[in-house]
């Protein structure tokens, strides 16, 4: 398998240059140059696997002569080490709940797996890794490479603008782990990032690697939870309809590879807060980024979402084939809070505010095809944002023991202004 630049200006190149490259040398984003499905055995043996099978054939498929079953299989299970259940919440309506994983969120899951990707395939030279965060990408990749030798992480999100327990996450660790508090919002995170690797005179003396899911080690373990799917509705006629709360669209792109390489999907719901530039585009066929907004679902508060780059480029930008397989919703912060105490309040599952939006774009789309079964993509404990949740459930939530541990943690941050300079500075030192 050979992996391609979105934009169709470099050479391709192998999983392990990509892993650590994080973008071509044209600026774009790296996916795969082809999509072989899963032969009919592999799909036949992951419908009845647990996450950790499942992990270690999707896995070895994508990456066939790179790494073999055999090898990968110990990284998957020292970094799956947490349940991802299928719950019912409600007729014809399920959810994926992907926040049981350390730092309660499902960016757990690809960040711990690049971290093991990386040791294995590293040479054991020093390492930076540097990556914009809107809350949960932060504390995740924080938390999976804490510790990890010859390794530095370069943490940026906007200060003010996560929730205290995500700050508390990042903020905390030390060590390896630096916290950078932009005077800015995350596209301006976004920005700097990708400008610092777009930077060849940083490069020489800094070795970059990005844990944004622009890089192929945090995106491609994403594909594996989709298949936890294939053996609850196989007698689902064409898949479920898939519902995915969505900010920088690495979670959609992954998901629409799991399709690609044999996972039926009836088709998936783009769903977004009022940062709708891909549910904008979806209607009229215009796309235009803009200045992200803040909303209560800050981890999907983005304006200019890299992965979509990914998705239009796995379409060959044919918006109409695009709208076949997504439909796009969108939906503001009136809406998400007074949802979230109405599904408390009448069928007992609390949502936190990814999850709604989720959840909203699914409850939309099932009503437009009577004959569907869904799921919605769970992807944070709604202990991460108790100041939205709570006033919508006029409750108090009780937090997992990580996420009270970590309140409790001393935490430190580096203030930065929203200036390339000022980081470039602060990574070379």
């Not at 940026?156 to 932009?182: F, H, K, R």
């Not at 209607?283 to 679902?297: I, L």
Request: aromatic share 8%.
């Amino acid at each position: 398998m050979k992996w391609v630049s979105t934009r169709r200006a470099s050479p391709p190149v192998s999983f392990v240059d990509a892993l650590f490259a994080g973008t071509a040398p044209d600026g774009g984003l790296y996916f795969p140059e082809c999509f072989d499905a899963l032969p009919p055995s592999s799909l036949e043996a992951v419908r009845s696997a647990d996450l950790v099978e499942i992990g270690t054939i999707v896995g070895a498929h994508l990456l066939r002569g790179e790494i073999s079953e055999r090898e990968l299989a110990p990284l998957v299970r020292d970094a799956l080490d947490f349940p991802i259940p299928l719950v019912q919440v409600a007729e014809r309506t399920w959810a994926l709940e992907l926040f049981h994983g350390p730092t309660c969120a499902f960016k757990d899951v690809g960040a711990r797996m690049q971290a093991r990707l990386l040791h294995h395939f590293t040479d054991g030279t020093p390492l930076t890794i540097l990556v914009a965060t809107s809350g949960d990408t932060g504390s995740a990749v924080a938390q999976a490479f804490h510790g990890v030798p010859d390794t530095r992480v370069v943490v940026l999100y906007p200060e003010g603008q996560v929730t205290d327990v995500q700050e508390a996450q990042i903020a905390s660790l030390g060590g390896n782990i630096t916290a950078v508090a932009v005077r800015g919002t995350f596209d301006d995170c976004q920005r700097l990032v990708k400008q610092a690797f777009a930077d060849d005179g940083l490069r020489k003396h800094v070795w970059l690697t990005p844990a944004n899911s622009i890089n192929l080690g945090r995106l491609l373990p994403q594909v594996f939870y989709y298949f936890l799917l294939a053996g609850p509705f196989e007698r689902v006629e064409g898949g479920p309809i898939v519902s995915v709360p969505s900010g920088n669209f690495g979670n959609l792109t992954a998901g629409l590879i799991a399709g690609r390489i044999g996972l039926p999907v009836r088709r998936f719901v783009a769903a977004t807060n009022v940062n709708d530039v891909v549910p904008a585009y979806l209607r009229s066929g215009v796309y235009e980024p803009r200045p992200s907004r803040r909303t209560v679902a800050n981890a999907m508060d983005v304006g200019a979402p890299s992965n979509f780059e990914r998705v239009r480029a796995l379409y060959d930008d044919d918006l109409e084939r695009m709208r076949r397989d997504i439909a796009g919703a969108a939906f503001d912060d009136a809406h998400v809070v007074a949802e979230i105490g109405t599904v408390y309040r009448e069928l007992g599952y609390l949502l936190d505010p990814h999850g709604t939006i989720a959840w909203l774009g699914l409850q939309q789309a099932l009503a437009a095809d009577p004959g569907a079964a869904g799921v919605f993509l769970a992807t944070a404990h709604p202990g991460k944002f108790r100041e939205v949740v709570e006033p919508a459930i006029s409750e108090q939530v009780a937090l997992p023991p990580a996420l009270a541990e970590a309140l409790g943690r001393p935490r430190h941050s580096v203030p930065l202004p929203a200036s390339y300079a000022a980081l470039v500075e602060l990574v070379r030192s």
